[in-house]
């Protein structure tokens, strides 16, 4: 076509805004690209989750959204999201930690114990916070500086608190014990129908969050879980950057402990045996990679209030104890499953049934 110079004006106009339509474009795409690399597919699929049991539960169980009901899950849901983020610290390190339950009784069984009438509460909860470190840290140095295996160790040191535990209420934790009235009246406030317990993890989730994307010792959890040896190379002080994420999972499992206690207010010891596999399913349905590298804070908190709006809804619905966890079980496998197709596609599980199917070589 001939362009005429009555066009020319036309012409000059129309090729800003082409540049400009083509850098707005761009500058989408960036961001785009931007969002998928630090919201990676495996990050949405805790989300998804909650959003289509949200549905599921407003027809099959709309009991679970009563006021009383989400006052509970609230509260649960918090302490499992604390108690996560410690494992999930873990994970980012390339370990596991199977203690977590025992750990959580030990400082729930001292609140008990040691918070009765007169007692210092304050002095109560400090002394339940620092027997915790104490022994994630002991899992450190064993995994840590002695290179033991992590699924042994703590799986060890699970059995060696809990036959500690039996031996410590055979003798002198009374069962009829309380936590102290002050921390019963924290744990068991409510704002709206939330528990304060869910609104304090979601301070310790954001705060947490900011240390492991903003500061240098949080890169650096996710540095030596994804390749210690180059982590290393680097200059990054490997068995430190260990020690202190076991002393601050550790603290987490404390304080989700004490929390516990305070919200039931008068616990056994064995109060936090649901959270061993409990807190290791909320890792993998938030997308955390169990061998190790970087994990988002907030699928971890929005997988932990999954699984207990999960358990309510199910408990509401009839379901024995049993049955709830086979099917939490189930939910870990489906979500594992979609976050794989989800992050590599169908091709990675067609590449899984042709190994399968492959001749072993010699055999």
Same mark, same amino acid.
């Given at each position: 076509?001939?362009?005429?110079?009555w066009?020319?004006?036309?012409?000059? @106009?129309? /090729?800003?805004?082409?540049?400009?339509?083509?850098v707005? &474009?761009?500058?989408r795409?960036?961001?785009?690209?931007?969002?998928?690399?630090?919201?990676?597919?495996?990050?949405?699929?805790?989300?998804?989750?909650?959003?289509?049991?949200?549905?599921?539960?407003?027809?099959?169980?709309p009991?679970?959204?009563s006021?009383?009901?989400l006052?509970?899950v609230?509260?649960l849901?918090g302490?499992l999201?604390?108690?996560?983020i410690?494992?999930?610290?873990?994970?980012?390190l390339?370990?596991?930690?199977?203690?977590v339950s025992? %750990?959580?009784?030990? *400082?729930?069984?001292?609140?008990?114990?040691?918070?009765?009438?007169? *007692?210092?509460?304050?002095?109560? %909860?400090?002394?339940?916070? @620092?027997?915790?470190?104490v022994?994630?840290?002991?899992?450190?140095v064993?995994?840590?500086?002695?290179?033991?295996?992590?699924?042994?160790?703590?799986?060890?040191?699970?059995?060696?608190?809990?036959?500690?535990?039996?031996?410590?209420?055979?003798?002198?934790?009374s069962?009829?014990?309380q936590?102290?009235?002050?921390?019963?009246?924290?744990? =068991?406030?409510t704002?709206?129908?939330?528990n @304060?317990?869910?609104?304090?993890a979601l301070?310790v989730?954001?705060?947490? &969050?900011?240390?492991?994307?903003?500061?240098?010792?949080?890169?650096r959890? /996710?540095?030596v879980? *994804?390749?210690?040896?180059?982590?290393? &190379?680097l200059?990054i002080?490997?068995?430190?950057?260990?020690?202190?994420?076991y002393?601050?999972?550790?603290?987490?499992?404390g304080?989700?402990?004490?929390?516990l206690?305070?919200?039931i207010?008068?616990?056994?010891?064995? *109060?936090?045996?649901?959270?061993?596999?409990?807190?290791?399913?909320?890792?993998?349905?938030?997308?955390?990679?169990?061998?190790?590298?970087?994990?988002?804070?907030?699928?971890?908190v929005i997988?932990?209030?999954?699984?207990?709006?999960l358990? =309510?809804a199910?408990?509401?619905?009839?379901?024995? &104890?049993?049955?709830r966890v086979?099917?939490?079980?189930?939910?870990?496998?489906?979500?594992?499953?979609?976050?794989?197709?989800?992050?590599?596609?169908?091709?990675?599980?067609?590449?899984?049934?042709?190994?399968?199917?492959?001749?072993?070589?010699?055999g």
């Amino acid at each position: 076509m001939k362009v005429t110079r009555w066009d020319l004006p036309r012409v000059a @106009v129309d /090729a800003p805004s082409a540049d400009a339509a083509a850098v707005a &474009a761009a500058e989408r795409a960036g961001r785009l690209t931007d969002l998928k690399y630090r919201w990676p597919a495996r990050y949405r699929a805790s989300w998804a989750a909650f959003l289509m049991l949200a549905a599921v539960v407003l027809f099959a169980a709309p009991r679970t959204l009563s006021s009383a009901s989400l006052e509970m899950v609230t509260a649960l849901a918090g302490v499992l999201a604390i108690a996560a983020i410690g494992q999930m610290l873990i994970i980012m390190l390339g370990s596991i930690d199977l203690s977590v339950s025992a %750990i959580m009784s030990v *400082a729930a069984g001292m609140i008990v114990h040691y918070g009765g009438p007169g *007692a210092s509460a304050p002095t109560v %909860i400090a002394f339940a916070l @620092v027997v915790p470190v104490v022994f994630s840290v002991v899992n450190g140095v064993l995994i840590a500086v002695f290179r033991l295996n992590a699924l042994i160790v703590t799986l060890a040191t699970f059995g060696m608190i809990s036959g500690g535990i039996t031996l410590w209420t055979s003798v002198s934790l009374s069962v009829s014990g309380q936590a102290p009235q002050s921390l019963q009246d924290f744990a =068991q406030k409510t704002f709206f129908g939330v528990n @304060v317990v869910f609104l304090f993890a979601l301070v310790v989730a954001v705060i947490l &969050a900011a240390v492991l994307t903003k500061t240098r010792f949080g890169r650096r959890i /996710a540095a030596v879980g *994804a390749n210690r040896r180059s982590a290393r &190379a680097l200059g990054i002080r490997v068995t430190a950057v260990e020690l202190s994420t076991y002393a601050f999972a550790g603290l987490l499992y404390g304080i989700a402990g004490v929390l516990l206690a305070g919200y039931i207010g008068t616990p056994d010891v064995y *109060a936090g045996a649901p959270y061993q596999m409990a807190t290791i399913t909320a890792a993998g349905i938030a997308g955390v990679i169990f061998t190790g590298g970087p994990a988002s804070v907030a699928s971890v908190v929005i997988a932990a209030f999954f699984l207990q709006f999960l358990d =309510q809804a199910l408990s509401l619905m009839g379901l024995s &104890a049993g049955a709830r966890v086979v099917i939490q079980g189930l939910a870990l496998v489906v979500a594992v499953a979609a976050i794989t197709l989800g992050q590599y596609g169908a091709s990675s599980f067609r590449r899984g049934f042709k190994k399968a199917g492959r001749p072993v070589a010699g055999g």
